[in-house]
Nanobody, 116 residues
């Protein structure tokens, strides 16, 4: 499995969670990495991404609440999620890609549930 996520769980509205994603050795520091999420009845979409040089993108609805970061020395991607809302409830997937892509490799997903 190229990517392994952890850190999901159940949290109350307004709470915080930090997701982690450990990448296997086949995914180098030159890869772009991203967090996607998929809620029931919705398509999977990018929540945040980070390039190999640290450039970031955030979906508008999570900007100022979520922070994506990566530790090259540990080959690990993080997503700090603060001020969580019930609409953030979804399965969150870690992904990595080469060149301009974000989705060459996928993790198995981790469930995040935010109660109101």
């Amino acid at each position: 499995v190229p990517l392994v996520e952890s850190g999901g769980g159940l949290v109350q509205s307004g709470g915080s969670l930090r997701l982690s994603c450990v990448a296997s050795g086949s995914i180098t520091g030159r890869a772009n990495m991203a967090w996607y999420r998929e809620a029931p009845g919705e398509e999977r979409h990018v929540v945040a991404s980070i390039s190999s040089t640290g450039g970031t993108y955030y979906k508008t609805s999570v900007r100022d609440r979520f922070t994506i970061s990566r530790d090259h020395s540990k080959n690990t991607l993080y997503l700090q999620m603060d001020s969580l809302k019930p609409e953030d409830t979804a399965t969150y997937y870690c992904a990595a890609g080469n060149d301009d892509r974000l989705d060459d490799f996928w993790g198995q997903g981790t469930q995040v549930t935010v109660s109101s």
